[in-house]
Protein backbone atom coordinates (compact mmCIF):
# COMPACT_ATOMS: atom_id res chain seq x y z
CA UNK A 1 0.00 0.00 0.00
CA UNK A 2 1.45 3.60 -0.78
CA UNK A 3 0.53 5.17 2.93
CA UNK A 4 3.02 4.74 5.04
CA UNK A 5 2.36 5.09 8.95
CA UNK A 6 3.94 7.87 10.61
CA UNK A 7 5.26 8.22 14.24
CA UNK A 8 2.44 8.93 17.23
CA UNK A 9 2.14 12.61 17.55
CA UNK A 10 3.35 14.48 20.90
CA UNK A 11 1.02 14.55 23.71
CA UNK A 12 -0.63 17.75 24.48
CA UNK A 13 1.53 19.15 26.88
CA UNK A 14 4.42 18.74 24.71
CA UNK A 15 2.54 20.27 21.61
CA UNK A 16 4.54 23.02 19.73
CA UNK A 17 3.20 26.44 18.98
CA UNK A 18 3.16 25.48 15.77
CA UNK A 19 0.71 22.65 16.47
CA UNK A 20 -1.32 24.54 18.76
CA UNK A 21 -2.54 27.07 15.86
CA UNK A 22 -4.09 24.36 13.39
CA UNK A 23 -7.47 24.62 15.83
CA UNK A 24 -7.98 28.36 14.10
CA UNK A 25 -6.69 27.17 10.33
CA UNK A 26 -9.78 27.73 7.89
CA UNK A 27 -8.03 26.34 5.12
CA UNK A 28 -4.97 24.74 5.68
CA UNK A 29 -1.60 26.67 6.27
CA UNK A 30 1.74 26.51 7.98
CA UNK A 31 -0.67 25.70 11.12
CA UNK A 32 -0.95 21.88 11.24
CA UNK A 33 2.15 20.96 9.18
CA UNK A 34 5.14 18.93 10.84
CA UNK A 35 8.46 20.14 10.50
CA UNK A 36 10.06 21.12 8.15
CA UNK A 37 7.21 22.53 6.79
CA UNK A 38 5.47 20.83 3.43
CA UNK A 39 5.34 23.82 0.93
CA UNK A 40 3.39 21.63 -1.42
CA UNK A 41 0.11 22.42 0.64
CA UNK A 42 0.55 26.09 0.24
CA UNK A 43 1.38 25.54 -3.27
CA UNK A 44 -1.63 24.34 -4.01
CA UNK A 45 -3.51 26.70 -1.86
CA UNK A 46 -2.10 29.24 -4.11
CA UNK A 47 -3.38 27.90 -7.03
CA UNK A 48 -7.10 26.91 -5.86
CA UNK A 49 -7.14 30.70 -5.05
CA UNK A 50 -5.88 31.04 -8.22
CA UNK A 51 -8.72 28.74 -9.52
CA UNK A 52 -11.27 30.61 -7.68
CA UNK A 53 -10.33 33.46 -9.11
CA UNK A 54 -9.81 32.35 -12.88
CA UNK A 55 -13.74 30.99 -12.17
CA UNK A 56 -15.56 34.13 -10.93
CA UNK A 57 -13.49 36.67 -13.31
CA UNK A 58 -14.19 34.90 -16.40
CA UNK A 59 -17.30 35.95 -18.64
CA UNK A 60 -16.31 35.57 -22.02
CA UNK A 61 -18.15 32.01 -23.91
CA UNK A 62 -14.83 31.53 -25.15
CA UNK A 63 -13.57 30.71 -21.76
CA UNK A 64 -16.46 29.78 -20.04
CA UNK A 65 -15.69 25.95 -19.90
CA UNK A 66 -12.48 26.09 -18.98
CA UNK A 67 -13.68 26.94 -15.79
CA UNK A 68 -15.04 23.59 -15.24
CA UNK A 69 -11.02 22.63 -15.67
CA UNK A 70 -10.20 24.60 -11.77
CA UNK A 71 -13.29 23.29 -10.29
CA UNK A 72 -10.94 21.62 -7.64
CA UNK A 73 -10.44 24.23 -5.56
CA UNK A 74 -13.23 23.93 -3.15
CA UNK A 75 -12.86 20.04 -2.27
CA UNK A 76 -9.63 20.16 -2.38
CA UNK A 77 -10.15 23.46 0.44
CA UNK A 78 -12.71 20.64 2.49
CA UNK A 79 -10.17 18.10 2.12
CA UNK A 80 -7.28 19.67 3.43
CA UNK A 81 -9.26 21.41 6.38
CA UNK A 82 -11.21 18.51 7.80
CA UNK A 83 -7.77 16.70 7.58
CA UNK A 84 -5.91 19.05 9.34
CA UNK A 85 -8.70 20.02 11.83
CA UNK A 86 -8.77 15.95 12.45
CA UNK A 87 -5.08 15.98 12.81
CA UNK A 88 -5.04 18.93 15.66
CA UNK A 89 -8.24 17.46 17.56
CA UNK A 90 -6.09 14.06 17.58
CA UNK A 91 -3.12 16.22 19.03
CA UNK A 92 -4.88 18.47 20.93
CA UNK A 93 -6.91 16.12 23.07
CA UNK A 94 -7.12 18.40 26.20
CA UNK A 95 -9.23 20.60 24.50
CA UNK A 96 -12.97 21.12 25.08
CA UNK A 97 -15.50 21.15 22.24
CA UNK A 98 -16.96 24.09 23.10
CA UNK A 99 -13.44 25.84 23.31
CA UNK A 100 -12.66 24.35 19.19
CA UNK A 101 -16.07 25.03 18.10
CA UNK A 102 -15.98 28.58 19.51
CA UNK A 103 -12.58 29.22 17.65
CA UNK A 104 -13.81 28.27 14.87
CA UNK A 105 -16.10 30.58 14.54
CA UNK A 106 -14.03 33.36 15.34
CA UNK A 107 -12.01 31.87 12.52
CA UNK A 108 -15.08 31.59 9.88
CA UNK A 109 -18.13 33.34 11.16
CA UNK A 110 -17.01 36.77 11.94
CA UNK A 111 -14.64 37.36 8.60
CA UNK A 112 -18.14 36.13 7.17
CA UNK A 113 -20.11 39.02 8.59
CA UNK A 114 -17.31 41.19 8.06
CA UNK A 115 -16.93 40.48 4.26
CA UNK A 116 -20.61 40.57 4.22
CA UNK A 117 -21.08 43.52 5.22
CA UNK A 118 -18.20 44.76 2.99
CA UNK A 119 -19.70 43.46 0.12
CA UNK A 120 -23.15 44.78 0.80
CA UNK A 121 -21.87 48.32 1.09
CA UNK A 122 -20.06 47.81 -2.50
CA UNK A 123 -23.30 45.87 -4.18
CA UNK A 124 -25.44 48.43 -2.80
CA UNK A 125 -23.42 51.35 -4.69
CA UNK A 126 -22.59 49.57 -7.49
CA UNK A 127 -26.48 48.92 -8.09
CA UNK A 128 -27.83 52.35 -7.20
CA UNK A 129 -24.45 54.54 -8.81
CA UNK A 130 -23.80 52.65 -11.77
CA UNK A 131 -27.20 50.70 -12.77
CA UNK A 132 -30.07 52.61 -10.99
CA UNK A 133 -31.03 50.01 -9.02
CA UNK A 134 -32.91 49.39 -5.70
CA UNK A 135 -30.61 48.55 -2.82
CA UNK A 136 -29.69 44.76 -2.30
CA UNK A 137 -33.21 43.62 0.30
CA UNK A 138 -32.11 43.03 3.72
CA UNK A 139 -33.20 39.53 4.36
CA UNK A 140 -32.38 36.43 7.13
CA UNK A 141 -31.12 34.82 4.73
CA UNK A 142 -27.65 36.71 4.37
CA UNK A 143 -26.66 35.67 7.79
CA UNK A 144 -25.93 32.13 6.52
CA UNK A 145 -26.30 32.78 2.65
CA UNK A 146 -23.85 35.75 2.78
CA UNK A 147 -23.80 39.14 0.40
CA UNK A 148 -21.65 37.81 -2.21
CA UNK A 149 -21.83 34.47 -4.55
CA UNK A 150 -18.59 33.37 -2.84
CA UNK A 151 -19.77 33.58 0.68
CA UNK A 152 -22.00 30.54 0.96
CA UNK A 153 -18.63 28.58 1.84
CA UNK A 154 -17.35 29.85 5.28
CA UNK A 155 -21.00 28.51 7.07
CA UNK A 156 -20.76 25.52 4.93
CA UNK A 157 -17.51 24.78 6.77
CA UNK A 158 -18.04 26.01 9.92
CA UNK A 159 -21.30 23.42 9.89
CA UNK A 160 -18.64 20.99 8.62
CA UNK A 161 -16.00 21.55 10.96
CA UNK A 162 -18.69 21.46 13.98
CA UNK A 163 -19.87 18.12 12.75
CA UNK A 164 -16.53 16.56 12.41
CA UNK A 165 -15.22 18.18 16.17
CA UNK A 166 -17.97 16.62 17.76
CA UNK A 167 -17.96 13.10 15.71
CA UNK A 168 -13.94 13.22 16.41
CA UNK A 169 -14.43 14.11 20.61
CA UNK A 170 -17.42 12.94 21.45
CA UNK A 171 -17.28 9.46 19.56
CA UNK A 172 -13.50 8.57 17.70
CA UNK A 173 -11.51 9.83 20.66
CA UNK A 174 -13.21 7.66 23.59
CA UNK A 175 -13.55 4.56 21.46
CA UNK A 176 -11.28 4.17 18.05
CA UNK A 177 -13.45 1.21 17.09
CA UNK A 178 -16.47 3.53 15.65
CA UNK A 179 -13.45 4.41 13.28
CA UNK A 180 -13.91 2.00 10.56
CA UNK A 181 -18.30 2.10 10.59
CA UNK A 182 -17.71 6.25 10.47
CA UNK A 183 -15.70 6.07 7.27
CA UNK A 184 -17.82 3.70 5.65
CA UNK A 185 -20.78 5.83 6.79
CA UNK A 186 -19.25 8.72 5.30
CA UNK A 187 -18.35 7.28 2.23
CA UNK A 188 -21.70 5.85 1.66
CA UNK A 189 -23.35 8.82 2.68
CA UNK A 190 -21.43 11.04 -0.09
CA UNK A 191 -22.41 8.44 -3.04
CA UNK A 192 -25.74 8.77 -1.78
CA UNK A 193 -26.05 12.73 -2.26
CA UNK A 194 -24.30 12.41 -6.16
CA UNK A 195 -27.64 10.14 -6.47
CA UNK A 196 -30.12 12.61 -5.14
CA UNK A 197 -31.28 15.04 -7.78
CA UNK A 198 -31.31 18.49 -6.98
CA UNK A 199 -34.22 20.29 -6.42
CA UNK A 200 -36.09 21.50 -9.97
CA UNK A 201 -36.56 24.91 -8.25
CA UNK A 202 -33.24 25.45 -7.28
CA UNK A 203 -30.64 27.34 -9.44
CA UNK A 204 -27.56 28.99 -9.65
CA UNK A 205 -28.42 32.62 -10.38
CA UNK A 206 -26.96 34.49 -7.95
CA UNK A 207 -29.77 36.40 -7.44
CA UNK A 208 -32.59 33.41 -6.90
CA UNK A 209 -32.52 32.57 -3.34
CA UNK A 210 -31.17 29.45 -3.90
CA UNK A 211 -27.99 29.90 -5.17
CA UNK A 212 -26.31 29.07 -2.05
CA UNK A 213 -28.02 25.65 -1.83
CA UNK A 214 -26.95 25.11 -4.53
CA UNK A 215 -23.52 24.84 -4.08
CA UNK A 216 -24.29 23.43 -0.69
CA UNK A 217 -25.86 20.30 -2.33
CA UNK A 218 -22.82 20.40 -4.76
CA UNK A 219 -20.09 20.31 -1.87
CA UNK A 220 -21.95 17.77 0.67
CA UNK A 221 -20.31 14.40 -1.01
CA UNK A 222 -16.70 16.31 -1.01
CA UNK A 223 -17.66 17.06 2.03
CA UNK A 224 -18.59 13.57 3.44
CA UNK A 225 -15.67 12.17 1.58
CA UNK A 226 -13.11 14.50 3.14
CA UNK A 227 -14.41 13.29 6.54
CA UNK A 228 -13.95 10.08 5.94
CA UNK A 229 -10.34 10.72 4.59
CA UNK A 230 -9.68 12.66 7.84
CA UNK A 231 -10.24 9.57 10.06
CA UNK A 232 -8.38 7.19 8.34
CA UNK A 233 -5.77 9.05 8.29
CA UNK A 234 -5.89 10.53 11.66
CA UNK A 235 -7.84 8.48 13.87
CA UNK A 236 -6.21 4.43 13.72
CA UNK A 237 -3.46 3.26 16.00
CA UNK A 238 -0.92 5.83 13.63
CA UNK A 239 -0.95 8.51 11.68
CA UNK A 240 -0.54 7.95 8.28
CA UNK A 241 1.05 9.76 5.18
CA UNK A 242 1.34 9.48 1.79
CA UNK A 243 4.08 8.33 -0.20
CA UNK A 244 5.34 10.09 -3.49
CA UNK A 245 4.10 7.18 -5.46
CA UNK A 246 -0.04 7.54 -4.10
CA UNK A 247 0.62 11.46 -4.24
CA UNK A 248 2.04 11.20 -8.05
CA UNK A 249 -1.59 8.98 -8.76
CA UNK A 250 -3.33 11.64 -7.08
CA UNK A 251 -2.36 14.13 -8.86
CA UNK A 252 -3.18 12.40 -12.30
CA UNK A 253 -6.76 11.71 -10.72
CA UNK A 254 -7.00 15.24 -10.12
CA UNK A 255 -6.31 16.10 -13.63
CA UNK A 256 -8.64 13.58 -15.42
CA UNK A 257 -11.62 14.72 -12.72
CA UNK A 258 -10.88 18.06 -13.98
CA UNK A 259 -10.58 17.23 -17.56
CA UNK A 260 -13.96 15.65 -17.57
CA UNK A 261 -15.84 17.97 -16.22
CA UNK A 262 -14.11 20.76 -18.24
CA UNK A 263 -15.76 18.61 -21.20
CA UNK A 264 -19.39 17.93 -19.40
CA UNK A 265 -19.70 19.98 -17.35
CA UNK A 266 -19.89 20.08 -12.98
CA UNK A 267 -20.39 17.08 -12.08
CA UNK A 268 -20.26 15.99 -8.40
CA UNK A 269 -18.12 12.92 -8.24
CA UNK A 270 -15.46 14.11 -10.65
CA UNK A 271 -15.57 17.25 -8.47
CA UNK A 272 -15.46 15.31 -5.67
CA UNK A 273 -12.32 13.26 -6.36
CA UNK A 274 -10.79 16.12 -8.19
CA UNK A 275 -9.98 17.64 -4.76
CA UNK A 276 -9.31 14.10 -3.27
CA UNK A 277 -6.95 13.94 -6.11
CA UNK A 278 -5.07 17.24 -4.98
CA UNK A 279 -4.88 16.48 -0.76
CA UNK A 280 -2.82 13.08 -1.90
CA UNK A 281 -0.64 15.05 -4.28
CA UNK A 282 0.07 17.91 -1.57
CA UNK A 283 0.73 15.78 1.16
CA UNK A 284 3.88 14.14 0.73
CA UNK A 285 7.37 16.38 1.54
CA UNK A 286 7.70 17.06 -2.42
CA UNK A 287 10.64 19.74 -1.42
CA UNK A 288 11.02 21.70 -4.49
CA UNK A 289 13.27 24.81 -3.42
CA UNK A 290 12.80 26.34 -6.55
CA UNK A 291 8.96 27.16 -5.46
CA UNK A 292 9.24 28.41 -2.17
CA UNK A 293 8.49 31.93 -3.43
CA UNK A 294 5.04 30.25 -4.46
CA UNK A 295 4.43 28.98 -1.42
CA UNK A 296 5.07 32.02 0.51
CA UNK A 297 2.34 33.74 -1.51
CA UNK A 298 -0.01 30.29 -0.89
CA UNK A 299 0.07 31.36 2.87
CA UNK A 300 -2.73 34.43 1.80
CA UNK A 301 -4.97 31.77 -0.07
CA UNK A 302 -7.70 31.87 2.51
CA UNK A 303 -7.35 35.83 2.24
CA UNK A 304 -7.57 35.60 -1.37
CA UNK A 305 -10.88 33.48 -1.09
CA UNK A 306 -12.51 35.96 0.89
CA UNK A 307 -11.83 39.58 -1.18
CA UNK A 308 -10.93 38.45 -4.51
CA UNK A 309 -14.77 39.52 -5.72
CA UNK A 310 -13.86 43.32 -4.95
CA UNK A 311 -11.16 43.95 -7.80
CA UNK A 312 -13.35 40.99 -9.61
CA UNK A 313 -16.93 42.79 -9.58
CA UNK A 314 -14.78 46.25 -9.76
CA UNK A 315 -13.34 45.56 -13.17
CA UNK A 316 -16.73 43.99 -14.13
CA UNK A 317 -18.54 46.66 -13.35
CA UNK A 318 -15.93 49.34 -15.56
CA UNK A 319 -16.42 47.16 -18.16
CA UNK A 320 -20.42 46.91 -18.36
CA UNK A 321 -20.59 50.91 -18.08
CA UNK A 322 -18.05 51.07 -21.18
CA UNK A 323 -20.08 48.99 -22.93
CA UNK A 324 -17.20 46.49 -23.88
CA UNK A 325 -17.69 43.19 -24.74
CA UNK A 326 -16.32 40.11 -23.00
CA UNK A 327 -13.52 38.25 -24.55
CA UNK A 328 -10.72 36.35 -24.31
CA UNK A 329 -8.32 39.26 -23.79
CA UNK A 330 -10.54 40.94 -20.76
CA UNK A 331 -10.88 37.88 -19.03
CA UNK A 332 -7.33 37.49 -19.41
CA UNK A 333 -6.70 40.89 -17.95
CA UNK A 334 -9.01 40.79 -15.62
CA UNK A 335 -7.82 37.65 -13.92
CA UNK A 336 -4.37 38.94 -13.75
CA UNK A 337 -5.49 42.46 -12.40
CA UNK A 338 -8.16 40.72 -10.05
CA UNK A 339 -5.53 38.12 -8.64
CA UNK A 340 -2.75 40.57 -7.96
CA UNK A 341 -5.00 43.31 -6.24
CA UNK A 342 -6.06 40.41 -4.35
CA UNK A 343 -3.03 39.55 -3.02
CA UNK A 344 -1.97 43.01 -2.46
CA UNK A 345 -4.91 44.08 -0.53
CA UNK A 346 -4.46 40.18 1.70
CA UNK A 347 -0.78 41.73 2.61
CA UNK A 348 -1.95 45.07 3.26
CA UNK A 349 -4.11 43.96 5.45
CA UNK A 350 -1.57 41.58 7.18
CA UNK A 351 0.45 44.51 8.42
CA UNK A 352 -2.37 46.17 10.73
CA UNK A 353 -2.80 44.63 13.96
CA UNK A 354 -6.49 45.75 13.68
CA UNK A 355 -7.03 44.45 10.60
CA UNK A 356 -5.25 41.15 10.06
CA UNK A 357 -8.29 39.12 11.45
CA UNK A 358 -10.29 40.10 7.95
CA UNK A 359 -7.71 37.45 5.86
CA UNK A 360 -9.19 34.90 8.54
Not at 244 to 270: E, R, T, W, Y
Request: proline letters at 6%.
Amino acid sequence: MSIVGSPEPLAPSRRSDIEAKVEVSAIPSEAGLAEPRNETIDIFRLFAAASVVFIHAVQSSQLGDLRNLVRFAVPFYLFASFYFQSLSLRRNADRTLKQYILGRFKRLYLPFLAWSAIYLIVRDVERVEIWHLSPVELTPALLWKGSEYHLWFLPFLLAGSAILATINMKVLQPNRSWRWPLIVTAVAAGLAMTQIPMPSEWYEAFDNPSFAYVWWWRGLPSACWAMAFAWFMTMGPIVHSVSPALGSAGFILAVACSIQQALFGIQQIPRALSGFGCILAALPSWRIAKLSTLAKLGRYGYGVYLCHVLPVETLHAVLGRMHITASVGTDLLGFFISFAASIAIVRTLALSPRLAWLNG
